[in-house]
């Protein structure tokens, strides 16, 4: 699998807000390429929201993001070329119904490029999934196991920028820490990684000098924006959920015009 170097992220006072209150506020932060960047809210607190914005997929209220000197939302549909999503809830469930050899071999048509030959085996090796049996049933996984397969299916479109949702989802420790692990190795090898979660207590155990955070992520109206310099990471919880569906992003990029 190619290692392609990570992308830069820079984020200032990004916010992003609906008719029912805020999702997120005064996000700042630099994540450096070979770096995993953390932030932390309980459900509904703004996770996901965060995570489709800062890869192109949805537009904030106001601030600025740049992903690899691209500004977003101006060059959206360039951020998303370069970036790719872990397994998130209303956005790229698996399916219960196929196989684990069935989802790689979609995820390699939705490449829309030709791929290396044994790419989906490098995938699978680096998200810890070597040794699974690829005519398992997607709906007998184990919670680690579908984790798992989220980032491997992610990694089929050798990211530059890798987010990851709810990484502690349904997991005990002892797995939350080997997700983290995992996590830590790929952004030390190629894409700089996003993540979030609820509970932090696995990460804090593993955590190593390239990790940022956990960053809280905070619904705080009256919240002002961070200085990026204050953490190389953005953003407490909060009753506001956007819907995913309505606030993704899929169109032209933000000045109107299709980018190559």
């Known amino acids: 699998m190619r ?27 630099v994540a450096r390429p070979g770096t995993l960047t953390v932030f932390q809210a309980d459900s509904g607190g703004g996770r996901s929201a965060l995570l489709l914005t800062l890869t192109g997929r949805m537009r904030p209220s106001e601030g600025t993001v ?26 790229n469930a698996l399916d ?59 990694l089929l479109a050798e990211p530059r920028l890798l987010a990851v949702d709810d990484v502690d989802g349904g997991l005990n420790g002892e797995h939350q820490a080997a997700m983290w692990r995992t996590l830590e190795r790929l952004a030390g090898e190629g894409p700089t990684v996003i993540a979030t979660c609820a509970d932090a207590d696995a990460l804090d155990r593993v955590a190593g000098p390239d990790t940022q955070g956990p960053v809280p ?15 190389e990471g953005g953003a407490d919880t909060g009753p506001a959920r956007a819907r995913i569906d309505d606030l993704l992003d899929r169109g032209k990029d933000g000045d109107g015009s299709e980018q190559a």
């Open 3 to 29: 290692r392609a170097t990570g992308a830069r992220v820079q984020a200032e006072g990004v916010t992003l807000a609906t008719r029912e209150g805020p999702v997120y506020t005064g996000v700042g932060f």
């Open 66 to 91: 740049y992903v690899d000197g691209h500004e977003l939302p101006r060059r959206a549909r360039r951020v998303r070329r370069i970036s790719s999503l872990g397994l998130m809830e209303d956005v």
């Open 96 to 154: 219960d119904r196929l196989r684990v050899r069935e989802h790689l071999s979609e995820g390699l048509l939705l490449r829309m490029r030709p791929a290396a030959r044994g790419l989906a085996d490098e995938a699978m090796e680096a998200a810890d999934l070597g040794e699974l049996d690829r005519r398992t049933m997607v709906k007998d996984l184990s919670m680690l196991e579908r984790r798992r397969l989220g980032v491997a299916l992610a």
């Open 217 to 231: 992520i905070r619904q705080d109206p009256a919240h002002g924006p961070d200085d990026p310099a204050e953490h």
